[in-house]
């Protein structure tokens, strides 16, 4: 292959091969977008976890300080199967979700035991949840931040090979 011919294949598969990383990039979702489906399929497994047992926390108003409403150990465990379903594989911090569940199960044996109130497993759910959005808030940050970083490195090295693929073609011209 002649060297023009050759300096021809290579920008092209140079820019052949910035086509492809720019799409990809462009394709890929973020781990907000990936949680925030996992939260829009939770919601809808949430409501399955309802209808099978019957038991409706926004409904529950009715029921003293420390009594269990019928069939809610059972939803809660449902609605814990969805979190590892849905939530945990799209988070990059799993162990906070574990975390809740685990403390989510202790409080209302607590209830069930007289120990605490219906009121402060549910302020105490609303803390952890407050914490969760933390930490994927700082994770979103963190995952920008890299991609930033990866996107600058690809710009760079593009450029490298596009400098030396110029440089190839324009050496023969001057000979």
Do not use: F
């Not at 979103?140 to 593009?158: C, G, I, P």
């Amino acid at each position: 292959m002649r060297p023009r011919k050759r300096a021809a294949a290579s920008l092209k598969e140079t820019l052949g091969a910035a086509a492809l990383a720019v799409s990809v990039a462009a394709c890929a979702t973020t781990p907000s977008q990936d949680i925030a489906r996992a939260r829009q399929h939770l919601d809808a497994y949430r409501a399955q976890c309802t209808a099978r047992y019957g038991y409706d926390p926004d409904a529950s108003s009715g029921l003293g300080p420390h009594v269990l409403g019928a069939g809610e150990r059972e939803w809660r465990e449902c609605v814990y199967q969805g979190v590892e379903k849905y939530l945990i594989p799209n988070t990059q911090t799993p162990e906070a979700y574990r975390k809740a569940i685990a403390e989510d199960r202790a409080m209302t044996a607590s209830i069930a035991g007289g120990k605490i109130t219906r009121a402060q497993r549910r302020a105490r759910v609303q803390e952890l949840l407050e914490e969760i959005d933390r930490i994927e808030s700082a994770n979103m940050a963190k995952t920008v931040l890299e991609k930033k970083a990866v996107d600058r490195v690809m710009r760079e090295e593009m450029q490298r090979q596009l400098d030396s693929t110029r440089r190839s073609m324009i050496q023969p011209l001057a000979r």
